[in-house]
């Protein structure tokens, strides 16, 4: 069993940063790859950033490459989404999950727990 929490949003005006945290509990948070999503209002959720248990594999959304990092404190239980550059579009509730599947996945279904979410608003 794993448990997520979520901080770090907020507003910020377009071209800004943002820096989110989830910290995860359990002492197992090593085994399992981490993932970022986020869901737009009357949008369905899209996949964000992935990064495997060592933080060796990373995957983006073609959207917001060069823009994103995703990266993991294992000994913090910690993963992080840093993103730069933001845009209006960027606006969503963003979440971390967690998945089994070691390399991380961009699909929500392979998540098997998920935080509460942030809210992040990028203005024009």
């Known amino acids: 069993q794993v448990q997520l929490v979520e901080s770090g949003g907020g507003l910020v005006q377009a071209g800004g940063s943002l820096r989110l945290s989830c910290a995860a509990s359990?002492?197992?948070?090593?085994?399992?790859?981490m993932g970022w999503f986020r869901q737009a209002p009357g949008k369905e959720r899209e996949f964000v950033a992935s990064?495997?248990?060592?933080?060796?594999?990373?995957y983006y959304r073609d959207s917001v490459k060069g823009r994103f990092t995703i990266s993991r404190d294992n000994a913090k239980n910690t993963v992080f989404l840093q993103m730069n550059s933001l845009k209006p579009e960027d606006t969503a509730v963003y979440y971390c999950a967690a998945t089994i599947y070691s390399r991380g996945s961009n699909a929500a279904n392979d998540y098997a727990y998920w935080g509460q979410g942030t809210q992040v608003s990028v203005s024009s």
């Open positions: 359990g002492r197992t948070f090593s085994s399992y790859a």
């Open positions: 990064i495997n248990w060592t933080g060796g594999i990373q």
